[in-house]
């Protein structure tokens, strides 16, 4: 008997919590306005790709002299 009730609520609570959740869901739903601006004015040195380099070149020789073996 108390099996024969259960069934019922089970399948009306899944119900329920299910369009709570698709309302919640939808409620998210908003126009995203994003300006990626990648032109700005200012000119910063670090979006140089030769800095990079130059950069990379500096660390592995500080690196090399760093960890030969001096024999």
Known sequence: MKQLLLKPFKTISFFILSML?????FAQEKKVDININTKSGNDNIFSQPW??????????LLLVALLRNKK
């Open 21 to 25: 959740a698709t309302i919640s869901a």
């Open 51 to 60: 800095v990079w380099v130059v950069g990379g070149a500096i660390f592995i």
